[in-house]
C-alpha cells in the first residue's frame, strides 16, 4: 500500500491520467478520424498531454479547492 501522505499526488496522478487520455483520445479522433493507427497516434498524444497534466494538476488543484470553498455556503 501507498502511505496517505501521498494522496494528493496520487489524486492528481491518476486524475490528469484519465482526464488527458480521453481528452487526446477525443481530440486525436477529431482531427485524423479512425483511420489504421489511430491506436498509436492517440498514445502518443496521450503521454505528451499528460506530461504537461500532471503537474499542472498539482498546482491546479488547491486553487480550484479554495475557489469552491469561497462558493458555497459553510456549515
Given amino acids: 500500500m ?4 501521498y494522496s494528493q499526488v496520487l489524486f492528481a496522478l491518476i486524475l490528469s491520467g ?14 485524423v478520424g ?5 491506436g498509436a497516434l492517440w498514445i502518443s498524444a496521450w503521454l505528451t498531454a499528460w506530461l ?5 494538476v ?4 488547491p486553487l480550484a479547492r479554495r475557489a469552491v ?5 459553510k456549515p
Fill in 69 to 73: 470553498e469561497s462558493l458555497v455556503a
Fill in 34 to 38: 479512425p483511420v489504421a493507427d489511430f
Fill in 18 to 31: 484519465l482526464m488527458s487520455l480521453m481528452v487526446s483520445g477525443i481530440a486525436t479522433l477529431r482531427a
Fill in 52 to 56: 504537461f497534466a500532471f503537474p499542472l
Fill in 2 to 5: 501507498i502511505p496517505r501522505k
Fill in 58 to 61: 498539482l498546482v491546479i488543484a
